[in-house]
T-cell receptor, first 111, second 113 residues
Framework: AQRVTQPEKLLSVFKGAPVELKCNYSYSGSPELFWYVQYSRQRLQLLLRHISRESIKGFTADLNKGETSFHLKKPFAQEEDSAMYYCALRNYGGATNKLIFGTGTLLAVQP | ETGVTQTPRHLVMGMTNKKSLKCEQHLGHNAMYWYKQSAKKPLELMFVYSLEERVENNSVPSRFSPECPNSSHLFLHLHTLQPEDSALYLC????????????FGPGTRLLVL
């Protein structure tokens, strides 16, 4: 079954420290993976998708098919990065753009 | 207002009430979605509509009834809900049902007493 696992409910780091938010997935086909972010009092929004291979707000994520992981990384955390981060997998099964979400990780960046 | 809007933002209802959640998207998208977000659980997809036609019903109880009168509007009609249905209900849209990023609304926080 398709599944997304985010093992950490909370990740607390100090400003300037490196950040890695973990995401593992299980999927039988060729996955498409996303990171969505929800800042305080704002709506859920796309941060990045693996097919774009881009860096957004200093964040990058590399798809590792061998480890079935799509960890989100940033070398130097900023206070404004504090938010809820969701990893998501797009399911090509059926004819729908169906996203399967993880439970999310709350990133708290301390000053 | 641009993007995806949802009304009401908060709703309290009794188990015998009937209410409706409304979602509107101003992005010209063809696909719309309802998600349920409960505490300590992942976002759960409930329904998907593509060009006003329901293409996915994710084993949702019949006390939730969606309606998509046109590609810009999506409703979720609620009746005889249970307290465990209390959650944040999110609407999203995407350009097409088979590709592209999903854009989310702010959600409706529902409390069933």
């Amino acid at each position: 079954a398709q599944r997304v696992t985010q093992p950490e409910k909370l990740l607390s780091v100090f400003k300037g420290a490196p950040v890695e938010l973990k995401c593992n997935y299980s999927y039988s086909g060729s996955p498409e993976l996303f990171w969505y972010v929800q800042y305080s009092r704002q709506r859920l929004q796309l941060l990045l998708r693996h097919i774009s291979r881009e860096s957004i707000k200093g964040f990058t994520a590399d798809l590792n098919k061998g480890e079935t992981s799509f960890h989100l990384k940033k070398p130097f955390a900023q206070e404004e990065d504090s938010a809820m981060y969701y990893c998501a997998l797009r399911n090509y099964g059926g004819a729908t753009n169906k996203l399967i979400f993880g439970t999310g990780t709350l990133l708290a960046v301390q000053p | 207002e641009t993007g995806v809007t949802q009304t009401p933002r908060h709703l309290v209802m009794g188990m015998t009430n009937k209410k409706s959640l409304k979602c509107e998207q101003h992005l010209g998208h063809n696909a719309m979605y309802w998600y349920k977000q409960s505490a300590k659980k992942p976002l759960e997809l409930m329904f998907v509509y593509s060009l006003e036609e329901r293409v996915e019903n994710n084993s949702v109880p019949s006390r939730f009834s969606p309606e998509c009168p046109n590609s810009s509007h999506l409703f979720l009609h609620l009746h005889t809900l249970q307290p465990e249905d209390s959650a944040l209900y999110l609407c999203a849209s995407s350009q097409d049902w088979d590709g592209g990023t999903q854009y989310f609304g702010p959600g409706t926080r529902l409390l069933v007493l």
